[in-house]
Structures are given as structure tokens and as C-alpha cells.
């Protein structure tokens, strides 16, 4: 499998600065984020599967968008799977007929335009040799993260989350893992709006990391803009058994 990081960032502010998507193989699209935006039509037009985390608008904010471009490029609907609550708040929110219109009941050439299928924790979803499986994520809206498996070697990514010792539980059983991009969107001085939002700190994350038990090369994602070098100097001052690395727009993992 090839994972090209889209955007990974906590917000907007700069032209590097992308929030959270990720390509798989040109395919497959883990979050829907404003890096999505850069890929050109003929890319676009190309994703098959597009698994949500969760509803947050930053990682959510170009799917619209995307799905009306394809629509007349395409003979199959995009599948987008998320958990029922995050589906139902797209439906709500987005995809409802004042906000945006709902392509889940749109016919192009005798084709709807999207679907949705909703995918459970601990549920895989197998696409040809890969499987894609939804793990526990703790967050201020229902969540999930993604464990991307090619069958010789696994991608665990987070999503947003926080303390979650069910995730730990989840992760340690994958023993293909090679890489966790988990989050830290706060620095340390701003452990309190951490907690209250359900994100990670560099304290809280370093806590977490202490409960993985497998090997893997681990990436911090999601830092809020002007954060980053604060949150950068943390995490290097701290070190740890796993010492993670700051994940990167354009940033490719092959496995």
C-alpha cells in the first residue's frame, strides 16, 4: 500500500497548512480534509472509498465538494463509510438538501452518485489484498480511527482521540504494525483546552505511547497552527521509547 499524507494539519493559516486527508493508492481516501483539494479532477475522479473518522468540519470540508466534481466522470457511486452516528450527522448537517444536496439520492446516468455504508469498530472492510478496519478513537464527537493493513505490514492512524485505553487494546493485537500516526494538537501549556476538547498534549501523549507494546515508527499529527514548533520542541525534549516524528505534507509510507 502507498499513503501520500494530503494534509495533516490542526487548522488553516498558511499555504503549506492542509487539514487532514489521506490518499491510499489513489483509491482510497482516509478523511476528506482541505489537502483533498489539491489533487487535480482526473484524481479525484479515481476514489473509490472514502472512510470518515468522524464529522468534524476539518475533516470533512472538501467531501462535498469532491463528490460534485466526479459526479459526471464517473460509472460507479463513491462509498463512504463511517460509523452510524457520523453518517447520520452528514446526512443532518450536510448532505441535506439546504447546505448541500444529498448525492445519495441523486441518479447520473442511471448511477447514484454516492453511498453510504456504515462501518463499525473492530469491523474490516477487505479491497482486494487490503483491508481497511475501523479502531477505537475517544473524541468530542462519536469517532474512529484506521488500521490500513497490505498483508505484509500495517498504517494505524488515530483520527482525533484522547486518553483511550481501548485503543491500546486494539493495537497491541495488530503484529504487522509499522506505523502509528496518532495526535497531539496542543502543546503542554495548553494541556486544559486539551482535555476539554478531547485531544492530546505532548504530556498526555507520551502517557499513551506508554501503552503500546508493539514496535512501530510513530508520527504526530493534527498540531494547531502556530503550535507547531512549541509542540515540536515537547516532543523532542521528551524523547521516550517510540520518540515519534512530526508528520509532513506530501509525506509517502509504502508497506
Given at each position: 500500500m502507498?499513503?501520500?499524507?494530503?494534509?495533516?494539519?490542526?487548522?488553516i493559516?498558511?499555504?503549506?497548512?492542509?487539514?487532514?486527508?489521506?490518499l491510499?493508492?489513489?483509491?482510497?481516501?482516509?478523511d476528506?480534509?482541505?489537502?483533498?483539494?489539491?489533487?487535480?479532477?482526473?484524481?479525484l475522479?479515481?476514489?473509490?472509498?472514502v472512510f470518515?473518522?468522524?464529522?468534524?468540519?476539518d475533516?470533512i470540508?472538501?467531501?462535498?465538494l469532491?463528490i460534485?466534481?466526479?459526479a459526471r466522470?464517473?460509472?460507479s457511486?463513491?462509498?463512504v463509510?463511517a460509523?452510524a452516528?457520523?453518517l447520520?450527522?452528514?446526512r443532518?448537517?450536510i448532505f441535506?438538501?439546504?447546505i448541500?444536496p444529498d448525492?445519495?439520492?441523486?441518479v447520473v446516468r442511471?448511477?447514484?452518485?454516492?453511498?453510504?455504508?456504515?462501518?463499525d469498530?473492530?469491523?474490516?472492510?477487505r479491497?482486494?489484498g487490503r483491508?481497511?478496519?475501523?479502531?477505537?478513537?475517544?473524541?468530542?464527537?462519536s469517532?474512529v480511527?484506521?488500521?490500513l493493513?497490505?498483508?505484509?505490514a500495517?498504517l494505524?492512524f488515530?483520527?482525533?482521540?484522547?486518553?483511550?485505553?481501548?485503543?491500546?487494546?486494539a493495537?497491541?493485537?495488530v503484529?504487522?504494525l509499522?506505523?502509528?500516526?496518532i495526535e497531539?494538537?496542543?502543546?503542554?501549556?495548553?494541556?486544559?483546552?486539551?482535555?476539554?476538547?478531547?485531544?492530546?498534549c505532548?504530556r498526555l501523549?507520551?502517557?499513551?505511547l506508554a501503552k503500546?507494546?508493539?514496535?512501530?515508527?510513530?508520527?504526530v499529527?493534527h498540531?494547531?497552527?502556530?503550535?507547531?514548533e512549541?509542540i515540536?520542541?515537547?516532543l523532542?525534549?521528551r524523547?521516550g521509547?517510540?520518540?515519534?516524528?512530526?508528520?509532513?505534507?506530501d509525506?509517502?509510507?509504502?508497506f
Amino acid at each position: 500500500m502507498k499513503v501520500k499524507v494530503l494534509g495533516c494539519s490542526g487548522g488553516i493559516g498558511g499555504r503549506g497548512l492542509r487539514t487532514t486527508s489521506l490518499l491510499v493508492d489513489g483509491d482510497i481516501l482516509i478523511d476528506a480534509g482541505t489537502g483533498l483539494a489539491d489533487l487535480s479532477l482526473d484524481e479525484l475522479a479515481a476514489i473509490d472509498h472514502v472512510f470518515v473518522t468522524h464529522s468534524h468540519l476539518d475533516h470533512i470540508a472538501v467531501l462535498p465538494l469532491m463528490i460534485d466534481a466526479v459526479a459526471r466522470l464517473r460509472d460507479s457511486p463513491v462509498t463512504v463509510y463511517a460509523n452510524a452516528a457520523t453518517l447520520e450527522a452528514m446526512r443532518a448537517h450536510i448532505f441535506n438538501g439546504a447546505i448541500w444536496p444529498d448525492f445519495s439520492e441523486i441518479v447520473v446516468r442511471q448511477c447514484r452518485i454516492m453511498k453510504y455504508e456504515t462501518i463499525d469498530v473492530g469491523q474490516r472492510v477487505r479491497l482486494g489484498g487490503r483491508s481497511v478496519a475501523a479502531v477505537p478513537a475517544e473524541h468530542s464527537v462519536s469517532s474512529v480511527g484506521y488500521q490500513l493493513d497490505s498483508g505484509e505490514a500495517s498504517l494505524v492512524f488515530t483520527g482525533d482521540t484522547m486518553v483511550n485505553d481501548s485503543f491500546w487494546l486494539a493495537i497491541n493485537r495488530v503484529a504487522n504494525l509499522r506505523y502509528l500516526i496518532i495526535e497531539a494538537a496542543f502543546s503542554d501549556r495548553d494541556e486544559a483546552l486539551a482535555l476539554s476538547s478531547k485531544h492530546l498534549c505532548p504530556r498526555l501523549l507520551f502517557a499513551e505511547l506508554a501503552k503500546l507494546t508493539v514496535p512501530a515508527q510513530v508520527f504526530v499529527t493534527h498540531l494547531k497552527p502556530g503550535q507547531t514548533e512549541i509542540i515540536a520542541d515537547e516532543l523532542e525534549k521528551r524523547g521516550g521509547r517510540f520518540p515519534p516524528g512530526i508528520l509532513c505534507k506530501d509525506q509517502v509510507f509504502e508497506f
